[in-house]
């Protein structure tokens, strides 16, 4: 079901505001038009930053960060239907999965206004040493400061709420760009932060040109925290600029499974399918290369390109990315791949990319070695275990990786040696919750976790205090 196009302004200081300039928002579906929303630059920026900084001069008790958090949750629940509409609208999604998307986003408010609750420091044992006896030590949790948050267009709400959520559980405030192409369920969820009774400034939102904006995020000294998601050329290159702030990236993966001889192969392949092309392998956890045990290896071929040469294809985010996979998948088969199903673009309305499925690619290929973003997943025969876990881990990734197999001693071995943030056994490759950490090492970010408990460490500091304490004063 779409939504009807209608103008969007931003949130700045707690006002909707028009800047005169529009920017639009067209279907990935369909290509028509669903949204004109108002374009911000430097300036707006800048008025955005010094509205988080007049807020945070009135610090909200945890109390109430606790209890807006809840009122947001119950929000989006209440206006599931809408949420759910705006995200088919902008990103292109099945209702399905942009209803699934904004009942996650519910979790992230929920367990964010939990640990809302609950940040606090740690009592320190100071006589562990001697110098220490006498005192009393203990640590505060404080609020980082402004966050700058960027987000990506894949998932336009639960994305943007990973972010908002912890950040604001912390006590910061935000300056959040969404994705130009998918900017409208932002907008939304800044109004039902609104609706909850957000104080101004805690909450600014900006659509426009990333380098615009991006620019006054990384240079006003009073932003103290960048939190982005998206490509790795432009994750790297903001933290080099940042320098002097935290930065935490969560970037891309060419996200590997291992199949192994003795796996369920139906199973396998069903689960694999959905977690390849669901979204059009629009996600960074998206399965891009499956190793497959050469005992099974045809049978799993066989099943997994039935499987997705039954699938309703679903749209790509725009012309230019579908024209971006279609190039690569010109050079791996000039390169000497095989295209097992799919390969093509096809004739309908919006921008759309037969499920395909790949063999024979070199394992220094670009669709081995980059993320191709897209419904599209590459077979590769192995052999041992050791073998296998080499080949996953000759990335310069490492965010996701899952493995199928009956043994737990097989599974275990590889999760052990496996270089990635995350491992997922027996269950395709989507592994992350809303209450647990999500994140990557090497060029799949920066191994912070943002989620969960774990955002305690990333949206605030550690204050350390040290009392003498004098018993004659006692």
Known sequence: MAVAARERPLLVAGDWVETGEWQEVRSPYSGELVGRIA???ADLARRAVDAADQAMREPLP???RAEILDRVAHLLAEREDEVAETICAEAGKPMKAARIEAQRAVSTYTVSAAVARTLAGEMIPMDASAAGAGKLGFTMRLPIGIVGAISPFNFPLNLVAHKIAPALAAGCAVVLKPASQTPMSALLLAELEHEAGLPAGWLNVLVGKASEIGDVLVEDERVRMITFTGSSGVGWDLRARAAQKKVTLE???????LVEADADVEDAAARLAQHAFSFAGQSCISVQRIL?????????????????????????????SLDRMLA???????????VVVGGSRL????WHLAAT??????????????ELFGP??????????????????????????????ASIHRALHFAERVQAGVVVVNAGTHGSEPHMGFGGVKDSGTGWREAGIESLDVYSDLKVVNLVVDPAKA
């Open 292 to 320: 497959v045990h050469e005992d099974v290896y045809d049978a799993f071929r066989d099943r997994l390109a039935e499987v997705a040469a039954a699938l309703e294809p679903q749209p790509v985010i725009s012309g230019e």
């Open 251 to 257: 970037l891309g993966n060419s996200t590997p499974v």
């Open 328 to 338: 690569s998948l010109d050079e791996t088969r000039a390169a000497g791949a095989t």
């Open 62 to 64: 945890a109390h109430r």
């Open 39 to 41: 374009k911000a630059g």
């Open 347 to 350: 004739e309908r309305p919006g």
């Open 357 to 370: 499925v790949v063999e024979g690619v070199a394992p220094d290929a670009p669709i081995s070695r980059t």
């Open 376 to 405: 599209v997943t590459a077979l590769y025969p192995a052999f041992g275990l050791d073998e296998a876990i080499a080949l996953v881990n000759d990335s310069p990734y490492g965010l996701t990786a899952a493995i199928h197999t």
